[in-house]
């Protein structure tokens, strides 16, 4: 039988209802012949609230007790989900992440996954069962623990599956009816695209666009899963959506294909530290030790022998970053003046695989930004992005500005 692995976000299973309308279309792949897969994720909104519970009653929490609560939401919904479709004569059940097993790495709330065995879930199907059910975002470690996969891990469970299936293409369900050239919700002028390649969807996931998590458009690059991203809302049409494909498929785009956002960053500077050989190494080593996710670097010119480090990174890591560092300061092991933080600033990036052979992008994007008045704070870039650090306050200006100098409302 050929086998679909077709994936509900939050909002497409919000309600009793909104189950009801993703189960039919469940159906319509079995009628057209089709096994299916079917991921789910927690009800909108279920994890946020379980996170808070978890934070409200120990905020320096045991992770492995973090993932055995906010795991929970997918459970409901997988067997909310497996119930509708037995009530349209579909046969289907739910499974656990252990009762797959999906077997992940022992990394808790940001577990990998390291194995996905299909032999229970096909011997159901060849008894006759139509559609597997399966709580996503959740799998067990070795030792036996419930692990989770990181905020919007349920994409990535969907990808997983898919590639251990050998799933004819994996449809992501969720609340916009595919990939844009920006958020929709920041930019009423955002595109949809027909197709994004799988690096330009790697790099606009990565830098903040959180319709796909990071992970599953690896996953989906790696093992050549086709992947379509559309909406549960809309009539049913075997086209819609947007098709995550090898750049090689895709005939026309701009130089600049989309621009993403990362509203929670921040940046931290070390005052005067020394300018001399292993004072980075040192620094960043105590910043990973730390568990602090350094993103963009910078260090300024120096003057008698001494310099400025700063670095970016998520606003909930700035604690943990300042206590790595004043504890290796108290240590011997990295010295400076003083930590000056700045929690208001935001990441704005523009990604395009045509930036490999088109000079220019850099200098336009900041003339854009200028021409707003926005000021640059930190800038970074790679063979098909660029990146800059700017204040908070100018995010959904610089997005529009950004959107608007590279022409992106009109396909290329
Ligand atoms: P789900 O709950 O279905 O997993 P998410 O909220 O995780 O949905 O992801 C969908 C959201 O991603 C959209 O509502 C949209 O606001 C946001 N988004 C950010 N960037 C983009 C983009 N470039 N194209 C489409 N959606 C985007
Ligand atoms: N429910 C989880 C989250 O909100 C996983 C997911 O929806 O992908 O992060
Ligand atoms: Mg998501």
Not at 50 to 74: I, K, M
Not at 173 to 187: A, E, H, L, Q
Request: glycine share 8%.
């Amino acid at each position: 039988m050929p086998l679909l692995v077709m994936k509900f976000g939050g909002t497409s299973v919000a309600t009793l209802d909104r189950i009801r309308r993703a189960a039919k279309r469940v159906g319509r792949e079995v009628a057209n012949g089709y096994d299916v897969i079917v991921i789910v994720s927690a009800m909108a909104g279920k994890t946020n609230e379980l996170v808070g519970w978890v934070e409200e009653t120990s905020p320096l929490f045991d992770a492995r007790e973090y993932d055995a609560v906010v795991s929970s939401g997918e459970n409901v919904t997988a067997g909310l989900m497996a119930l509708t479709l037995q009530e349209m004569d579909v046969p289907a059940r739910s499974w656990q992440g252990w009762q797959v097993p999906l077997k992940t790495s022992p990394v808790h709330a940001a577990a990998r996954i390291e194995e996905i065995p299909t032999h229970n879930i096909n011997t159901k199907f060849a008894e006759g069962m139509k559609v597997a059910v399966v709580a996503g975002f959740q799998g067990v470690t070795e030792e036996g623990r419930i692990a989770t996969l990181g905020r919007g891990g349920s994409d990535t469970t969907a990808v997983a599956f898919a590639a251990a299936f050998g799933a004819e293409r994996c449809d992501i369900y969720t609340d916009v009816d595919g990939v844009y050239t920006t958020d929709p919700r920041i930019s009423s002028k955002a595109r949809k695209l027909d197709k994004i390649a799988f690096e330009e969807m790697l790099e606009l996931a990565s830098l903040g666009a959180k319709v796909l998590q990071t992970r599953s458009v690896e996953l989906a690059m790696r093992y050549k899963v086709p992947l379509r991203v559309l909406s549960s809302f809309e009539e049913y049409d075997p086209n819609a959506g947007t098709l995550v494909c090898d750049e090689e498929e895709i005939m026309e785009s701009n130089v600049v294909s989309g621009v993403a956002y990362s509203r929670d960053e921040a940046k931290v500077t070390l005052v005067s530290v020394a300018d001399r050989p292993g004072v980075a190494a040192a620094i960043f080593g105590t910043l990973s030790d730390g568990g602090v996710n350094v993103d963009m670097i910078i260090q300024n010119i120096s003057e008698e022998g001494r310099t400025d480090m700063t670095f970016s990174c998520p606003t909930n890591q700035v604690a943990r970053a300042d206590r790595a560092v004043q504890e290796a300061r108290e240590k011997g092991l990295i010295n400076y003046h003083d930590v000056v933080v700045d929690n208001d600033v935001c990441k704005i990036s523009v990604v395009g695989i045509g930036m490999r052979s088109h000079t220019g992008v850099a200098a336009q994007m900041f003339d854009a930004l200028s021409s707003e008045g926005i000021n640059i704070k930190v800038i970074t870039t790679s063979e098909i992005k660029i990146s800059v650090l700017i204040d908070r306050k100018y995010l959904e200006l610089a997005v529009q500005a950004l959107h608007d100098a590279f022409g992106l409302e009109k396909a290329g």
